[in-house]
C-alpha cells in the first residue's frame, strides 16, 4: 500500500483484497493496522503446538482449526463482502459453523480465536481486537466469539475471555 493511501481515513474489503499479497494489513472499523513482520520462533512453536493440539481434539466433530495468514471478515450487517471493514488474521481461529467458512476465509466471526502475543502487536490484541471480538460476541448471536485467549508465550501466562452474553474480566 502506498504511504498516500495508508494516509486515506476508511477502508474496506475491496481495498483490503486491491493490496499487495506480500504486505500483510488487518483492518478493523476501516482502519487499517500493519501486521507485525514474521514472528519469531518462540511464537511459531506455541501457534504450532496450540494447532495440532486443537486439530486432533476436534476431530469428528463439524468445527475446523486454522492457523494465520486465514482472513476473518465480521461485517457489521448483511453487507456484501467488498463493504466489510473488519478484517483480521487471529493466529488460530476455530469455526464450528461450515456455512462461515468460503474460499477466502471465514465470513463472521469463529467460535475460538487465540492471539499469541508479540511485542509489535500486544497492545492491539490485548485492547483493540478484544473490545472487537467481544462486540461481536455480544451484539448478535450470528457473530458470536464464545472464546477468546491471549498467549504470553514468553511469560507463560495464557488469559481466557469467555462468553455466553458476557465477558469474564
Not at 471465514?106 to 502487536?121: F, K, N, Y
Request: net charge negative; with cysteine; charged share 25%.
Amino acid at each position: 500500500m502506498t504511504q498516500a493511501a495508508y494516509k486515506s481515513s476508511h477502508f474496506t474489503y475491496a481495498d483490503y483484497c486491491a493490496w499487495p499479497d506480500e504486505e500483510r494489513w488487518e483492518l478493523i472499523d476501516g482502519e487499517v493496522y500493519a501486521m507485525a513482520p514474521a514472528p519469531t520462533r518462540i511464537h511459531q512453536d506455541v501457534v504450532m503446538a496450540l494447532s495440532a493440539q486443537i486439530y486432533h481434539a476436534l476431530d469428528g466433530t463439524a468445527c475446523r482449526v486454522y492457523a494465520a495468514p486465514f482472513d476473518v471478515r465480521l461485517p457489521d450487517r448483511d453487507e456484501a463482502d467488498e463493504l466489510v471493514e473488519t478484517v483480521v488474521q487471529p493466529d488460530i481461529a476455530v469455526i464450528c459453523n461450515p456455512a462461515k467458512l468460503d474460499e477466502k476465509g471465514c465470513r463472521g466471526a469463529p467460535d475460538w480465536i487465540v492471539e499469541v502475543l508479540s511485542l509489535a502487536t500486544a497492545a492491539k490484541d490485548q485492547i483493540r481486537k478484544r473490545e472487537l471480538y467481544e462486540r461481536h460476541g455480544v451484539l448478535e448471536e450470528r457473530h458470536g466469539v464464545l472464546e477468546y485467549w491471549l498467549v504470553h508465550p514468553s511469560d507463560r501466562i495464557l488469559f481466557i475471555s469467555s462468553t455466553g452474553g458476557r465477558w469474564l474480566r
